[in-house]
């Protein structure tokens, strides 16, 4: 199992950014999926999830700013992040849980700051 986060950066607060997490090693339509976020000195937190049937949902900080969706052709599961604010600054995992585990990406650096 391999999962592969991408589209981080640094972005103004009201800015935009997608995530993108590129799954491999196993049938990604099968599986639900997930994105966490952790900020310096903080615990990790949930930001939103989809299962392999597409229902969703959201942490509170986010609900109505970010989407996560999924492309099952592509085995990659998304997280449009719009309205960003400078809260939203934290390293941004997705992971996969398939049976009792849960298999993490590397994460990707999310700044936002004027």
């Known amino acids: 199992v391999q999962l592969v986060e991408s589209g981080g950066g640094l972005v103004q607060p009201g800015g935009s950014l997608r995530l993108s997490c590129a799954a491999s090693g196993f049938t990604f339509g099968s599986y639900d999926m997930s994105w966490v976020r952790q900020a310096p000195g903080k615990q990790r937190e949930s930001v939103a999830a989809?299962?392999?049937?597409?229902?969703?949902s959201y942490a509170d900080s986010v609900k109505g700013r970010f989407t996560i969706s999924r492309d099952n052709t592509k085995g990659t599961v998304y997280l449009q992040m719009n309205s960003l604010k400078p809260e939203d600054t934290a390293v941004y995992y997705c992971?996969?849980?398939?049976?009792?585990?849960?298999?993490w990406g590397q994460g990707t650096q999310v700044t936002v700051s004027s």
């Open positions: 992971y996969a849980s398939i049976g009792t585990r849960r298999y």
């Open positions: 989809i299962t392999r049937l597409g229902s969703t």
